[in-house]
């Protein structure tokens, strides 16, 4: 059974959340506080994390990044917070996806089916090369001269996207749709924050891409390092 650790620290939200995520068949364990979170993580071995950001003591920018720092264990933020910089620090800080409050329990239980998919193969080579890098897709795995890039699971599967388009144009609609396989209706600040996290793992210059570069107005496009457009980031 899959197990969610829910953070939350409204105990009416907590007790209705995992109530329904309960009758979605999922196991919820539950947490009240960063420092909370933070224990149950080792004891509850969860596969995905719902991390409200607003807490007490440790907030939840700071549990969302001390867990990225122990590897790719999948956090959807629950926030009330959506301005553009509040919701942009949450997935710098390591956040796959988000969802506002007041939050739809069956919104949720579909942004968690989505996020636990990011992992099966869709059907792409089991091996590209992109520059120097190597691709491997059932395996989960990047490598630059046979070092492992410590990729999250949205990260790699956005890299095996792109890679996948051998050099053409994915749009940002595209990308959304094969990446995150749930509507976000024009919000591309998810796009946005995954691909500068991506490009700061692989790219030799982040602010020079040369593997994953724009076009603008359109999306982005994946190539062996070469030939740039002018202008593109």
Not at 29 to 42: I, K, M, T
Not at 90 to 95: F, R, S
Not at 168 to 179: D, F, G, H, I, K
Request: glycine residues 10%.
């Amino acid at each position: 059974m899959t197990t969610l650790l829910l953070v939350e620290d409204d105990p009416r939200i907590r007790g209705a959340l995992r109530l329904a995520l309960a009758d979605e068949g999922y196991r919820v364990v539950e947490a009240a506080s960063g420092e909370q979170a933070l224990d149950e993580l080792g004891a509850a071995t969860p596969d995905v994390v719902l991390l409200d950001l607003m807490l007490p003591g440790i907030d939840g920018l700071e549990v969302c990044a001390r867990i990225r720092d122990r590897g790719d264990l999948p956090i959807i933020m629950v926030t009330a917070r959506t301005s553009s910089d509040e919701v942009i620090a949450g997935l710098e800080a390591g956040a796959d996806d988000y969802v506002t409050k007041p939050v739809d329990a069956g919104e949720l239980a579909a942004r968690v089916r989505a996020l636990l998919r990011r992992t099966r193969n869709t059907g792409q080579d089991d091996t590209i090369e992109l520059g120097e890098l190597t691709v491997r897709v059932s395996e989960g795995r990047a490598l630059r001269g046979g070092e492992d890039i410590p990729l999250t699971k949205t990260e790699f599967r956005l890299l095996c996207t792109l890679a996948a388009a051998r050099g053409a144009v994915v749009t940002r609609e595209q990308l959304l749709e094969r990446v995150w396989e749930y509507g976000y209706f024009g919000d591309t600040r998810l796009l946005d924050v995954h691909i500068r996290r991506l490009r700061r793992k692989i790219e030799p210059d982040p602010g020079q891409p040369r593997l994953i570069v724009t076009v603008r107005g359109v999306g982005y496009r994946a190539e062996h390092g070469t030939d740039r457009e002018d202008g593109a980031r």
